[in-house]
C-alpha cells in the first residue's frame, strides 16, 4: 500500500505563496501530481510531473499556468508544488496523488490517479 503525506498548506492573502509538499512511500513513483476539491466543486487536477531515465514532462491545468510549479525532490518520491500569485479561487483541498502516466513526444496525454493522500487545506483572501 502506498501511503502520501502532504504538507504546507495554510492561509495567504490574494498574490501570496505557498509551497506544498509530498512525501510517498513504496517504490519510485515515476508520474505524481497535485489535485484540489474547492468546498461545493469536484476534484480537478491542478499539475502533473513525470520523470523517467532523466526525461521530465509536466502537466498544468489552464487556471494554473504560468503561477504554480510542480516538481519532484531530491529525496526518492518528494514532490512539490510552488503557488506563485495565488487568488481567492485556488482556495480548497489539496491533493497528492501517484499516477498511471502515459508519455508521448514529451507530453503527459493519459494520467490516471493511484493513490491519494490526505490532502492539505489553503486558504487564500482577497
Known amino acids: 500500500q502506498v501511503q502520501l503525506l502532504e504538507s504546507g498548506g495554510g492561509s495567504v492573502q490574494a498574490g501570496g505563496s505557498l509551497r506544498l509538499s509530498c512525501a510517498a512511500s513504496?517504490?519510485?513513483?515515476?508520474?505524481m501530481g497535485w489535485f484540489r476539491q474547492a468546498p461545493g466543486k469536484e476534484r480537478e487536477e491542478v499539475a502533473v510531473?513525470?520523470?523517467?531515465?532523466?526525461?521530465?514532462?509536466?502537466y498544468y491545468a489552464d487556471s494554473v499556468q504560468g503561477r504554480f510549479t510542480i516538481s519532484q525532490g531530491d529525496v526518492k518520491n518528494t514532490l512539490y508544488l510552488h503557488m506563485n500569485s495565488l487568488k481567492p479561487e485556488d482556495a480548497g483541498e489539496y491533493y497528492c496523488?501517484?499516477?498511471?502516466?502515459?508519455?508521448?513526444?514529451?507530453?503527459?496525454?493519459?494520467?490516471?490517479?493511484?493513490?491519494w493522500g490526505q490532502g492539505t487545506q489553503v486558504t487564500v483572501s482577497s
Open positions: 496523488a501517484t499516477l498511471g502516466c502515459t508519455v508521448a513526444k514529451g507530453e503527459i496525454i493519459k494520467r490516471k490517479p493511484e493513490y
Open positions: 510531473i513525470y520523470t523517467r531515465t532523466g526525461t521530465i514532462s509536466t
Open positions: 513504496g517504490y519510485t513513483h515515476t508520474c
